[in-house]
């Protein structure tokens, strides 16, 4: 199983990257989140100057952030500072949509959207429309400004067998945040390939966080909830922002996002309620935070256990077809980077 690294872009995201290519991930992901997190494609280039082997992705942009001209001129760009190192991740914009008090993006738009980013990234005419106005666009750049030579690895984010079979027909691969069942997996599989047009696909990737567990140490103590908190607590964020997925979780964790809303002194329904659910999205749990981790989302959600249980778990997900694992790490990223490379 490959393993791969995301993170929130900073200041200090191409050391990061530095230190994951000479660990020896395969890639290097930064989330583009854009009002709570910097610019992905800001980050990504200087990650393209200060690395030579290691991929380098955006997991993932969406038709509700940027236009297609727009987005295709980013990944070429990046494309011409790290020829075919550059992977695109697409989706609907689910979370950075909601951080703005708005809505995603529908799934045939970002079909449509995949197909423009395709189409334009390999230096071909597409089909641009605004409301009534549609007209054929195409890179106009001369010399080096961007690369349509070399290809860019396009992978769609899928909960549901709608996005995969986006991902089969634009024969793209798949990325998925918190998605740890393995039969999850071979559904969106399933899905992707009765859509696609050829036997070709692309490759698998998971998101989740990680914690490796001494023996005998306790798979929800404190270390543990604030090496995997942010990826449940973006889940408790979503369910409080989406009253009809919290009506679908536990008892436990429906009293977790209840307790969420009153810490941030909002309510379900309040019209700017993504005001105070999101800052610090993705980001380290604050200590008084953890009891809002429940166990049962950290099992569902993040790769917590010994080195041997998380070698286990890992098979079983390459049994359904995941390719990578990607792990977001927060707390010490250079160390938690080392860990996770003893592990694989």
Known sequence: MRTGIVVAAHPETPELAVRAEELGFSSFWVYDTPMVHGDPFVALSSCARATSRIKL?????SPALRSAPAAASGFASLNALAPGRI???????????????????TTAELETFTA????????RPVEYREGDRVSDVRFLHAGRQVNTADPIEFVVAALGPKAAAVAGRRDAGLVSFGLLDPAAWQALHAARGEAAATSRTGDSYLITALHVLADGADPYGDAARDAVGHVVSSMLAFAADTPAAAAGLGAEERDAVRRLL?????TATAPDRYTRLYPNYLGRIAPEDRDLITPALMDALTLVGTADELRARVAALAEAGVDEIVIQPVVDPPREMAEIRSVW
């Not at 992705?57 to 942009?61: K, L, M, Q």
């Not at 423009?116 to 230096?123: E, H, I, K």
């Open 57 to 61: 992705g955006i997991a993932v942009t």
């Open 87 to 105: 992977a695109c991740g697409v989706g609907t914009g689910n979370t950075a949509r909601r951080t703005l008090g708005m809505s995603p993006a």
């Open 116 to 123: 423009a980013l395709q189409g334009l990234c390999a230096g």
């Open 262 to 266: 009153d810490r941030r002194g909002t």
